[in-house]
């Protein structure tokens, strides 16, 4: 980074330091400048006209301040988008206000944004998102690529099995009608898949409504409502009302189908798993495995494809009635291993998977008391049943972390997937909501990180560098 850049970005981070709180302005300048199609300057630059240049220099010869130094005048620090190989964002907070950060992998600060700047994407090729649908560089610079046209709207920037692709929807009017125009574009600039909403599997659909629905789509949300979103693998799903079109990118393949209930289509490498009106598995075609007629689920939650397994209750409501008991099968239907014998139940809605190899198991007794363990892929114990139920389960390096907590107490305990207890961890905890942690894959808030044998999460409202060993560092 150029001298000059980096000093106004410590200008910044020196301005929040020294006022230990935000001023309250908004990021974004002037309306108009906005509207003009000018590349969009943060307001948290020229803060650094108010720090003395003595000051500056003296900052800029220490190097970047430390995430743990300007954490230090707020109440928390969160992980929300992390990208250790380039830059990741974290949320400083107080109560409900705070601002977003960038910082790298050494927990230095390279800026921290006005209050008012919401960030709503990693940090991938030198920029990230905001929630206005613009791009901020490193600097806090606001700004939208040169290749995109007034008239595209942003409305997804992330990184994915595919790579990091930015989306984008305009419309274009004519007499025979409207149409929505959706496009990925690479980190070159260049259209990487196009389509419109003239295609036959978008006929259901009111294209003016398409448009509307993808330029709104709340890019912080989860799940089924959401306009547009990744569903794993290569593959992408539209949401406009009742109906749902699902676009696979590198075969260029497409599939719609109208459901008033919650539909999911969930792909790990080029297979795929569909939740309504019936439990299937398809191809990376969208094509359904013959393996997969008629099959019912006995359970509500929804089952995860993960390293190849797939954990199951389910019957076949035609033919002969097959019956699949509870275990991990394969995607045609073989089991690999039998749970019949245990009363298996969800983590707060999340199915078991397998994570590095190993999955973790919340049983139940007869009499209803809780117990938790870790199975192998062989279908073996790495961690006997015991005692306890399971609030956090995080993927490190070769391994996992599974944070158990008793109901009503705030007696937390750590243990790794040979249930080994880490004693330094007791009443820690992880943030965020309870279940399996979303991998940084997801493109969503709330996650963690695997990156050169470390797991990077949010630990005690720090940001937190943690060993497969249990061993950890507050980067905050």
């Given at each position: 980074?150029?001298?000059?850049?980096?000093?106004?970005?410590?200008?910044?981070?020196?301005?929040?330091?020294?006022?230990?709180?935000s001023?309250?302005?908004?990021?974004?300048?002037?309306?108009?400048?906005?509207?003009?199609?000018?590349?969009?300057?943060?307001?948290?630059?020229?803060?650094?006209?108010?720090v003395?240049?003595?000051?500056?220099?003296?900052?800029?010869?220490?190097?970047?301040?430390?995430?743990?130094?300007?954490?230090?005048?707020?109440?928390?620090?969160a992980?929300?988008?992390?990208?250790?190989?380039?830059?990741?964002?974290?949320?400083?907070?107080?109560?409900?206000?705070?601002?977003?950060?960038?910082f790298?992998?050494?927990?230095?600060?390279?800026?921290?944004?006005?209050?008012?700047?919401?960030?709503?994407?990693?940090?991938?090729?030198?920029?990230?998102?905001?929630?206005?649908?613009?791009?901020?560089?490193?600097?806090?610079?606001?700004?939208?690529?040169?290749?995109?046209?007034?008239?595209?709207?942003?409305?997804?920037?992330?990184?994915d099995?595919?790579?990091?692709?930015?989306?984008?929807?305009?419309?274009?009017?004519?007499?025979e009608?409207?149409?929505?125009?959706?496009?990925?574009?690479?980190?070159?600039?260049?259209?990487?898949?196009?389509?419109?909403?003239?295609?036959?599997?978008?006929?259901?659909?009111?294209?003016d409504?398409?448009?509307?629905?993808?330029?709104?789509?709340?890019?912080?949300?989860?799940?089924?409502?959401?306009?547009?979103?990744?569903?794993?693998?290569?593959?992408?799903?539209?949401?406009?009302?009742?109906?749902?079109?699902?676009?696979?990118?590198?075969?260029?393949?497409?599939?719609?189908?109208?459901?008033?209930?919650?539909?999911?289509?969930?792909?790990?490498?080029?297979?795929?798993?569909?939740?309504m009106?019936?439990?299937?598995?398809?191809?990376?075609?969208?094509?359904?495995?013959?393996e997969?007629?008629?099959?019912k689920?006995?359970?509500?939650?929804?089952?995860?494809?993960?390293?190849?397994?797939?954990?199951?209750?389910?019957?076949?409501?035609?033919?002969?009635f097959?019956?699949?008991?509870?275990?991990?099968?394969?995607?045609?239907?073989?089991?690999?291993?039998?749970?019949?014998?245990?009363?298996?139940?969800?983590?707060?809605?999340?199915?078991?998977?397998?994570?590095?190899?190993?999955?973790?198991?919340?049983?139940?007794?007869?009499?209803?008391?809780?117990?938790?363990?870790?199975?192998?892929?062989?279908?073996?114990?790495?961690?006997?049943?015991?005692?306890?139920?399971?609030?956090?389960?995080?993927?490190?390096?070769?391994?996992?972390?599974?944070?158990?907590?008793?109901?009503?107490?705030?007696?937390?305990?750590?243990?790794?997937?040979?249930?080994?207890?880490?004693?330094?961890?007791?009443?820690?905890?992880?943030?965020g909501?309870?279940?399996?942690?979303?991998?940084?894959?997801?493109?969503?808030?709330?996650?963690?990180?695997?990156?050169?044998?470390?797991?990077?999460?949010?630990?005690?409202?720090?940001?937190?560098?943690?060993?497969?060993?249990?061993?950890?560092?507050?980067?905050?």
């Amino acid at each position: 980074m150029r001298t000059a850049q980096r000093l106004a970005a410590l200008g910044v981070v020196a301005a929040i330091v020294l006022s230990g709180c935000s001023n309250g302005k908004d990021s974004y300048s002037s309306a108009e400048k906005e509207e003009s199609g000018q590349p969009l300057q943060s307001a948290s630059i020229s803060a650094s006209s108010s720090v003395e240049s003595a000051e500056l220099a003296e900052s800029a010869n220490a190097g970047y301040p430390t995430l743990k130094e300007i954490a230090q005048n707020y109440n928390g620090c969160a992980l929300e988008y992390p990208n250790m190989e380039e830059l990741s964002v974290a949320w400083l907070y107080n109560g409900g206000e705070g601002n977003f950060c960038l910082f790298d992998v050494d927990g230095r600060v390279h800026h921290v944004f006005e209050s008012g700047t919401y960030i709503a994407s990693g940090f991938y090729n030198g920029m990230c998102m905001t929630s206005t649908r613009v791009m901020a560089k490193e600097d806090g610079t606001l700004f939208r690529p040169s290749y995109l046209s007034n008239d595209e709207i942003i409305i997804r920037y992330a990184k994915d099995d595919d790579g990091t692709l930015l989306w984008t929807v305009r419309r274009e009017d004519s007499i025979e009608g409207t149409k929505a125009i959706i496009t990925a574009w690479d980190t070159n600039g260049e259209i990487r898949f196009q389509c419109d909403t003239t295609r036959d599997e978008f006929s259901k659909m009111n294209s003016d409504t398409v448009y509307k629905d993808l330029a709104n789509n709340d890019y912080d949300s989860i799940g089924i409502s959401q306009a547009f979103a990744y569903c794993g693998g290569s593959v992408y799903r539209i949401r406009s009302d009742f109906y749902y079109v699902f676009m696979n990118i590198d075969t260029e393949k497409f599939f719609s189908v109208r459901e008033p209930n919650a539909y999911l289509i969930q792909a790990e490498g080029n297979l795929m798993i569909r939740t309504m009106p019936g439990l299937r598995a398809l191809d990376d075609d969208f094509n359904e495995l013959p393996e997969w007629e008629a099959i019912k689920s006995r359970r509500s939650e929804t089952p995860v494809l993960s390293e190849g397994l797939i954990y199951l209750d389910v019957r076949r409501d035609a033919g002969d009635f097959e019956d699949y008991p509870s275990g991990f099968y394969d995607v045609h239907l073989n089991q690999v291993i039998d749970l019949s014998q245990y009363n298996i139940q969800s983590i707060y809605e999340d199915e078991p998977r397998f994570i590095n190899g190993y999955a973790v198991l919340q049983m139940k007794n007869p009499e209803g008391v809780p117990f938790w363990g870790v199975i192998k892929r062989d279908g073996t114990w790495a961690a006997e049943p015991q005692k306890g139920s399971v609030r956090y389960v995080y993927q490190t390096a070769d391994g996992v972390l599974i944070t158990t907590c008793e109901e009503n107490t705030e007696q937390w305990y750590t243990y790794d997937q040979t249930g080994t207890k880490l004693d330094e961890w007791d009443r820690i905890k992880f943030d965020g909501s309870y279940g399996y942690a979303q991998d940084s894959s997801s493109g969503h808030r709330g996650i963690c990180e695997v990156y050169n044998g470390y797991t990077y999460a949010s630990l005690n409202s720090h940001v937190a560098k943690i060993s497969s060993d249990g061993s950890y560092e507050y980067l905050s």
